[in-house]
């Protein structure tokens, strides 16, 4: 049973940078594929990005060129780096693992979220 715990939310201004971190324990952790969800109030949880165990990377279209995912598997952890913040990414972020399938990533399992406040 894998444990996913998210750190480095906070609040910044539009244009900021925020780097989240998600630290993965249990079995084999370096063969998980891990992503990160968010949900804004009032609004479904949505897709963020997602890094595989295999090192392909997948984002969101609104997060392109501005988010970066990355895995430290010396440290068994996870980083989402946010840049160019924007109004609409303030959200609670989740990180999860799951299968990819056909380039979708199935949240399984969840961490219990950071949250991250971008004003104006």
């Known amino acids: 049973q894998v444990q996913l715990v998210e750190s480095g939310g906070g609040s910044v201004q539009t244009g900021g940078s925020l780097r989240l971190s998600c630290a993965v324990s249990?079995?084999?952790?370096?063969?998980?594929?891990i992503g990160w969800f968010r949900q804004a109030p009032g609004k479904e949880r949505e897709f963020v990005a997602a890094?595989?165990?295999?090192?392909?990377?997948y984002y969101r279209d609104s997060v392109k060129g501005r988010f970066t995912i990355s895995r430290d598997n010396a440290e068994n952890t996870v980083a989402l780096q946010m840049n160019t913040l924007k109004v609409e990414d303030t959200a609670v972020y989740y990180c999860?693992?799951?299968?990819?399938?056909?380039?979708?990533?199935?949240?399984?399992?969840w961490g219990q979220g950071t949250q991250v406040t971008v004003s104006s």
């Open positions: 999860v693992t799951g299968p990819i399938i056909g380039q979708v990533f199935r949240p399984q399992s």
């Open positions: 249990g079995r084999n952790t370096s063969a998980y594929n």
């Open positions: 890094l595989s165990w295999t090192s392909n990377t």
